[in-house]
């Protein structure tokens, strides 16, 4: 397969009011829109800002909303996008990042930042917010260290019911959800699944458990999610963050 | 200028950065920097699991650190230096028990405790792991006890070069990404842990942030890279992309086939089959497939599906869905097309001889993790154990460094003279990118790896290796003409990926430069032309000084009297 893919990829300095730029790729079988990005940087604008890591989907650090709809960017194959149109459709609230000039839904891929984060360059947005709600659950194991043997126990099926959780790479996708878009104190669905994370692990102290549940049933947290479960339905790493929380929600 | 100042200064924000950083805060007043969200490094990417002699299993009740040090040693081909290996070893299982403490949440046995699989070059179930996403739980957990602990980061600050005053260093010269701005980081401790470095190479597992930029810098400091010929060919990479497909999918039965559907490991190690160590795996597909026995000349098949749907989805759950997102294969129904890529870098920043591991010849600076050579991996490394060394020498070098009180040997004022001088290097450097009308670094960084993948991988001969070399050095004279946008700094990626080809040029230099004065094969060196280890002239360490511009080589004795060097058979 080599084939010509338009990209219309949103650009934005910081200072003045964001644009939307062209750029016409020759596509390759296996591309993806991270590579695409990268094409792009290299050959036509190497102003272009974008963030990345491992490539592998892995790391989190490539989360953009492409069509519309929050996906890694080195995960999304263009072939795929281009195959499976209809696949946007599916409902999610409406992202906007200013006016798209004249999307040809059907032939061009449009490639915008995270959703309701500020935009500091392209497609680099400031994440703080995100890591600032993170550090507020508590995310970690309150206990003195130990590196005596035997280790503490924990039975598989208990160490089974936390797996899904640690998938998270704490990408920012799910920061799709409506409520983030209005409420900037709302802890987040990521952050609200990593309380689960710890609340659930059947190591972890009573005191500590207290505390994290205590902070994230505060106004702002679990109680500010409103179901819509946009953010399961987007996660790239089938985390299901709002089942997550409907388990706190229940548990409590 | 813009100044920092610290008692210690962590590069990195990988898996051993971070627990020599959780270390020495406890004391000092530490910092980390990263070029990335810490989460976000390469240590997150491992997927098989660590290395530790608990003993848990049945079939791995009598293990010991004697026997995980002696697999790791011949492992090694015996480059490793012993002592090294040996307090690795000794430390494993406390680290395993520690990062367990800490909240990791390790995959258990039924008896609750910590499960542990085989893999390559070990006789018995020594592995621990948490499903096959073991380095992203660690990384995790590492992270979420500097949160708790309140270190000191540095997110998204780029480390350019080292400031030394005569032997001692003094601090760094770092660009804010964010802002673009220069920075002095004033401190006489620092601890390079910057990862690997291997893309240098197009065909890598590595993340594409693996540029080496500590070997770099350390090297233009006159600190020696060592030991950087050996560059662990991983044998199962996904056809395409080249993403890890972790050793755990053969340590749980996968079978390799040929296009004959042969097992052709059986001809090449009987006993060990596909568990035998990497460098010969890789070498086993490698010749399938040059000698016609591969699919489209490119691939072999990593069979999975006589484990059952169940196997897979509960042990490999991460190789299934990278299968499915970058290959189109679900791994339960046809077999992962794979071939060998540049995954490990044996090699890394030099350490002095009789001293403290971790320790370098310029005083106050360490390394740690991949980036270092410190060599507990000598010619090959065994899977498990580049996880195990992150802890055990992040601790310890923090351990160490917290017996003495922080000092300060060189004057503020000397210092500071240094960071500026240093500081306006740099500017000049970005400068006359800025304003030259040469060559575009994208350029040079593909044929970089080009050059690299073709004459420097898995099988090496004496004339393609000159041709490599001659060829990077070429290149090395191109990049002093390149053009690239400096005046805009923020956020200026084109900037750093030039930065960071800066480092890269200097290693694949010595990489090749190495691998061709190394005339015997050796681990993951394999030399056509000189088939057969040679201990007489070889059994040292290779030190490479950069010194006006010249390579020179100098050797450097390997630690040896714990186990008798032998003939290295699987």
Request: aromatic share 8%; glycine share 8%.
């Amino acid at each position: 397969m080599s084939d010509e893919q338009t990209f219309l990829v949103y650009r934005n300095d910081g200072n003045g009011s964001p644009s939307y730029e062209r750029y016409t790729v020759s596509v390759k079988s296996g591309m993806t829109i991270l590579d695409a990005l990268f094409y792009i940087q290299d050959h036509f604008d190497p102003s272009l800002a974008f963030r990345y890591a491992c490539r592998g989907a892995i790391c989190g650090s490539d989360a953009l909303t492409i069509n519309k709809w929050p996906r890694l960017a080195c995960k999304t194959q263009i072939a795929f996008l281009k195959e499976n149109e209809r696949e946007k459709k599916k409902k999610i609230p409406e992202l906007y990042f200013g006016e798209v000039p004249n999307w040809n839904e059907e032939t061009e891929i449009l490639i915008e930042p995270l959703p309701h984060m500020n935009v500091v360059k392209d497609l680099v947005v400031d994440m703080e917010p995100f890591w600032k709600f993170y550090r507020e659950i508590m995310p970690y194991f309150d206990a003195n260290w130990v590196d005596q043997a035997p280790e503490k126990k924990q039975t598989p099926k208990d160490a089974k019911s936390i797996e899904h959780l640690i998938y998270c790479v704490l990408c920012g996708a799910c920061w799709a959800c409506p409520v983030s878009a209005k409420n900037k104190n709302y802890l987040g669905p990521a952050q609200l699944a990593k309380a689960e994370r710890f609340i659930s692990d059947t190591r972890l102290s009573p005191e500590h458990r207290e505390k994290v549940n205590s902070r994230v049933m505060k106004e702002d947290g679990v109680p500010a999610c409103e179901k819509i479960y946009t953010c399961s339905r987007v996660c790239p790493k089938g985390v299901r963050p709002g089942t997550a929380i409907k388990k706190l929600r229940e548990t409590t | 200028m813009k100044i920092e100042e610290f008692d210690a200064v962590v590069i990195g924000g990988g898996l051993s950065g971070l627990r020599a950083a959780l270390e020495l805060s406890k004391k000092w007043n530490t910092s980390i920097l990263s070029k990335v969200h810490p989460v976000r490094s390469h240590s997150g990417a491992a997927q098989g699991g660590m290395n530790a002699a608990l003993g848990n299993t049945e079939a791995g009740k009598d293990d010991t650190p004697e026997r995980h040090a002696f697999d790791t040693v011949k492992g090694s081909d015996y480059l490793a230096d012993q002592d090294a290996v040996m307090f690795m070893c000794e430390e494993a299982p406390k680290l395993a028990i520690e990062l367990e403490s800490m909240g990791a949440p390790f995959s258990r046995l039924e008896s609750g405790l910590i499960a542990q699989r085989p893999f390559g070059g070990a006789g018995l179930p020594r592995t621990c792991y948490a499903g096959d996403r073991t380095g992203h739980t660690l990384l995790h957990t590492v992270y979420e006890q500097c949160v708790r602990e309140g270190v000191t980061f540095y997110d998204e600050f780029f480390l350019i070069d080292l400031v030394t005053v005569g032997d001692q260093i003094v601090g760094l010269v770092v660009m804010d990404i964010r802002s673009g701005e220069l920075i002095f980081f004033h401190s006489e401790v620092v601890i390079l842990a910057t990862g690997g470095f291997g893309r240098v190479y197009r065909r890598s597992t590595n993340a594409l942030i693996n540029t080496g930029d500590g070997v770099g810098a350390a090297s233009r400091a006159g600190v020696p890279m060592q030991d950087m010929e050996f560059v662990q060919f991983h044998p199962t990479t996904l056809f395409g992309t080249n993403i890890l497909i972790t050793e755990g999918a053969r340590g749980e039965g996968g079978y390799l086939f040929n296009n004959k559907g042969e097992r052709f490991m059986k001809t090449i190690a009987p006993q060990a089959m596909e568990l035998a160590p990497r460098d010969i795996v890789a070498r086993a597909i490698e010749t399938e497939v040059r000698e016609g026995r591969g699919f489209e000349d490119q691939y072999v098949d990593l069979d999975l599906t006589h484990l059952g749907a169940e196997k897979i989805k509960e042990r490999l759950p991460g190789i299934r869905e990278i299968s499915i997102d970058f290959a189109g294969i679900d791994p339960i129904e046809s077999p992962i097309p794979v071939q060998p890529g540049q995954h490990y870098s044996m090699g890394g920043i030099g350490t002095k001889y009789g001293g403290e591991f971790g320790e370098t010849s310029l005083k106050g600076l360490w390394t740690i993790g991949e980036t270092s050579c410190i060599s507990v991996h000598g010619a090959n490394r065994l899977g498990g154990n580049s996880l195990l060394e992150t802890p055990v020498f992040g601790r310890h070098v923090g351990r160490i460094l917290l017996k003495n009180d922080s000092a300060k040997y060189i004057s503020n004022n000397d210092a500071r003279k240094a960071g500026e001088l240093a500081i306006d290097s740099i500017e000049a450097l970005l400068k006359k990118w800025g304003n030259n009308k040469g060559k575009n670094p994208v350029d040079i960084r593909n044929k970089m790896k080009e050059t690299m993948d073709r004459y420097v991988g898995v099988f090496r001969v004496e004339d393609e290796l000159h041709k490599g070399l001659t060829q990077i050095q070429q290149l090395q004279r191109d990049f002093v003409d390149i053009y690239i946008p400096t005046e805009n700094r923020k956020f200026n990626f084109s900037l750093l990926r030039t930065l960071e080809l800066r480092n890269m040029l200097d290693i694949a230099e010595v990489t090749a430069f190495t691998a061709l004065n190394r005339k015997e094969s050796r681990g993951a060196h394999a030399r056509v032309d000189f088939p057969k280890r040679n201990d007489r002239e070889f059994l040292h360490h290779s030190m490479v000084y950069r010194r006006n511009g010249e390579l020179n080589l100098e050797k450097k004795p390997v630690k040896l009297g714990i186990f008798e060097v032998k003939e290295r058979k699987y």
